[in-house]
């Protein structure tokens, strides 16, 4: 079983749309979740950052963690054609700063 | 603000030659890491250093070399190209006791 899986896509909604983006893990250690965006023919961004269990919100975007299922969810409303990317979600142990676990990335078009 | 600079940005190499991908940061981050990026499969880690002078072997280092005599820079070695190597490459570094990673803008790497 792989560490972090996510479902690739490709995944394609109209502008205005809400956007669901999820990952499962295995490794009840991982404590930390990230977010990245990556635009085609560019490299990866942080987009949303939590620590353990819960919700964060910046603007249109709210990131979701759920530990005891081992979910990671993304929740992109009113999404805009400038969301078009891949999304890659992540997780690193909460004792081991050494290396961050990376999902496959799911692809997202918005369509105008 | 240069953040993570990698150079080139494209490049074809011919079955058996050797080249040098560069990246530099001026962030003054000890954590270097190297990532192959190949459609569908997420990124995976080659190699990694925590500072200067000290570099570790990631998910698939194979066919690689890295070394890290500055915290600036961290560049990586391909000796003997092979196809299995065609792939965008990317360098990321983080600051200590941080899970945010930063990337470069990538080095598209075609062995023919």
């Known amino acids: 079983q792989k560490e972090v899986e996510q479902d690739p896509g490709p995944l394609s909604v109209p502008e205005g749309a809400i956007v669901s983006l999820n990952c499962t893990y295995s490794?009840?250690?991982?404590?930390?979740f990230m977010w990245y965006r990556q635009y085609s023919r560019k490299g990866p961004e942080l987009l949303m950052y939590?620590?353990?269990?819960g919700n964060k919100e910046d603007g249109r975007f709210t990131a979701q963690v759920d530990k005891s299922s081992k979910y990671i969810s993304l929740f992109i409303r009113d999404s805009q054609p400038s969301d078009s990317a891949t999304y890659l979600c992540?997780?690193?142990?909460?004792?081991?700063?050494?290396?961050?676990?990376f999902g496959p990335g799911t692809s997202l078009s918005v369509i105008p | 603000n240069a953040g993570v600079t990698q150079t080139p940005k494209f490049r074809i190499l011919k079955i058996g030659q050797s080249m040098t991908l560069q990246c530099t940061q001026d962030?003054?981050?000890?954590?270097m890491y190297w990532y192959r990026q190949d459609p569908g499969m997420g990124l995976k880690l080659i190699y990694y250093?925590?500072?200067?002078?000290?570099?570790d072997k990631g998910e698939v280092p194979n066919g690689y070399n890295v070394s890290r005599s500055t915290t600036e820079d961290f560049p990586l070695r391909l000796e003997l190209a092979a196809p299995s190597q065609t792939s965008v490459y990317f360098c990321?570094?983080?600051?200590?006791?941080?899970?945010?990673?930063?990337f470069g803008a990538g080095t598209r790497l075609s062995v023919l």
């Open positions: 990321a570094s983080r600051p200590d006791m941080s899970a945010i990673q930063y």
């Open positions: 490794n009840s250690a991982f404590q930390y």
């Open positions: 939590t620590y353990s269990s």
């Open positions: 992540a997780t690193l142990k909460e004792t081991s700063y050494d290396k961050v676990i």
């Open positions: 962030m003054n981050h000890n954590y």
């Open positions: 250093s925590v500072g200067a002078g000290i570099t």
